[in-house]
């Protein structure tokens, strides 16, 4: 019974151990971003950050999870070899082309968001990083299809190296500043991105089908607009803190987004790797108790992740950036909680897609920029970068509870978020960061540090044993138990 739920859980570890080396450049390098620029300058780079995530979004994210979906729609061998090499040449063309059109667009961006030509090299440097960068992800994508975990970590671990090497030059050898960042990026990926379609290439052979191309676009398109209504709620909340108060405001809420954001590099982005893999790999429906353990595990963990953060920020911003980033606190619950959320609505959006009904996906997210504009006009209006982050956190509920009736509209076999189950991970959690706040505060003190961790490893402990994961969870536990000693013992 519990074997499906041990592989989903076996290989999640291990994707996971590959995803926080891939993402451990960008929170090693926070230290070094607030440290070198000013909130201002944080704001720059916080708003050119957005325009290129609408670059990387028209060509990676429809992409990838198309590419898995047609992947595992032909038969092992050749045919599947098709799939990879297209996608990888398709994707090649395009970023050339984004490359030639890299400065006229980056002037366009320069002058649509700030009003003036002065940041058209920085949008320049930032779009053409994307284009290559596409590249890589689409690698990672291979080879997390192939369940080659082992590649994922060393490539991973070679991203790091290269994108640390870069930035230590330009940012602080150089003191390029903003532009530093970006021209680290284009370089590093340029390296990784080619070398590593090389390698598939050869690995695949070079071939090209117009008939595949068209299959993966037509799963693709409907993630296009989708990702961009999505990267749209958060533009709306950083312009409207640019056009009301100032950039300084901008970069305060993007530091605490950024914060925030580890939540779903590290967990959510690891766990749904996997996960969509398996759900879409699956010929049948995975034993339904496996399945409902293994997502209810996933949010005790995130939820439990995002409580540590919320009550150690504090102590984050002490180690990590100065003084003029602390405005940002009385935010982090929220910014944190909307991340938990979005990795629960993880769950009804693979069902969707493994349904082949993402083009509801798309109206879903038009509905929710409506709802999220409407709430950062009125929060950011009133209450600065704290509106921002609960307008956040507003759209973020309103969105998965719209993703939800949905699918249980469109998805009648698969089984609908169980809000009781989750509530009994989600309110323990709310009242240990109260009796946290009350009792702490936002006082930097290794004993407080100490008693925080304590509070977050409580939690977990009630929540285990708990409504949440209940006892069908833990006989699904207990019986991956001994198979994971096992495992562990014969490692050398």
Known sequence: MASEAGNIIRHGWLFMVANVVNRAAGLLLLPLYTKILTPPEF????????????????????????????????????????????????????????????????MLGSWTMFGSGEHAGVMALALAGVALTTLFELALAYYRVRKRSGLCLAVSVAKVAVLLGFNVLFLWGMALGVEGIFLANGGSFAVLGLLLMAVILRENGVGFSLPILRRVATLGLPYMPQSLLDIANNFVARWLLNLLLSTAAVGLFAFGMRLAQILYMFL????????????????????????????????????????????????????????????????????????????????????????????????????????????????????????????????????????????????????????????????????????????????????????????????????????????????????????????????P
């Open 268 to 491: 959510t982005a690891s766990f749904l790797q996997i996960w969509s893999v398996s759900r879409l790999e699956a010929r049948r429906e995975i034993d339904g108790a496996q399945a409902d353990f293994v997502f209810h595990l996933f949010v005790l963990l995130l939820t439990g992740a995002a409580l540590g953060m919320a009550l150690t920020a504090p102590e984050i911003l002490w180690l990590i950036a100065s003084d003029a980033y602390a405005p940002v606190l009385p935010c982090m619950p929220f910014l944190v909680l909307a991340f938990v959320l979005h990795g629960m609505r993880m769950n009804p959006e693979v069902a969707i897609l493994k349904a082949r009904r993402v083009g509801v996906l798309p109206w879903i997210s038009a509905a929710s920029l409506a709802v999220g504009t409407g709430l950062a006009v009125l929060l950011v209006w009133r209450w600065g970068v704290l509106g921002a982050a609960l307008a956040n956190l507003g759209r973020e509920v309103f969105q998965i509870l719209l993703t939800e009736t949905v699918r249980r509209r469109l998805c009648r076999d698969e089984a609908p978020l169980n809000a009781l189950r989750l509530g009994w991970i989600l309110v323990p959690a709310a009242v240990a960061y109260t009796v946290g706040l009350l009792l702490f505060g936002d006082r930097v003190d290794p004993v407080f540090t100490a008693e925080k961790l304590l509070l977050t490893l409580a939690f977990l402990g009630i929540a285990l044993f708990g409504p949440g994961i209940g006892p069908m969870g833990r006989a699904v536990l207990v019986k991956m138990l001994p198979r994971l000693q096992r495992r562990a013992a014969s490692t």
């Open 43 to 106: 704001g720059v780079y916080a708003l050119v950050v957005v325009v290129s995530d609408l670059l990387a979004v028209m060509l990676m994210i429809g992409m990838s999870n198309a590419f898995t979906a047609v992947y595992f729609e032909q038969e092992e061998g050749i045919a599947r070899q098709r799939v990879v090499s297209t996608c990888l040449l398709a994707l090649f063309g395009v970023s050339v082309a984004m490359l030639g059109l890299a400065y006229p667009a980056g």
